[in-house]
């Protein structure tokens, strides 16, 4: 089961977990029901609670959505990566070397997202929803962080310490 935490995602740096007590709501929603449904659980919100409250002064300087259309950005895309890598392997992602993420969604030249299929729109391939570069290229000590946290969560969630 892939846990979202669409309420939760912020578009500027925070200091606290935005909307904490939903995303512990739908761990425990899920914490549930995984066994009656033999599921693997990958707790995205956990780890974006995590990362919100870390002490870690790189967490301080992370969003994860974009400012104008309230979608995930590349640090949020990375972040549930390593969360999904964690929960289905039972590894780490600590020291993987991917480090690159790149927005695929189609937008005007405003960075305002496009319906699928209208062609009508000028597309812009070259800018992220907020105007910024498609492609993220993290650091290796915001790489470190993000995997750190990721691993956390699901080391929190399997052994029900949220």
Known sequence: LYLTAPNSQNEAPVSAAVNKDEMLGTCRIAAKGEKEMNAVVVPVPLALML????KDPIARTLTFRYKKDFHPNNTMAYLA????YAALTGKSPEGLKFNTVSEKKKQ??????IAAGNKDEEVSTRL???????????????RLFLQKTAWEAVQKYKSGQF
């Open 128 to 142: 992220d929803p907020d105007g910024g570069p498609l492609e993220t290229v993290f650091t290796d000590e915001v």
């Open 51 to 54: 990362a919100q409250e870390s």
């Open 108 to 113: 005007n030249i405003h960075g305002e997202a």
């Open 81 to 84: 990566a390593c969360t999904f």
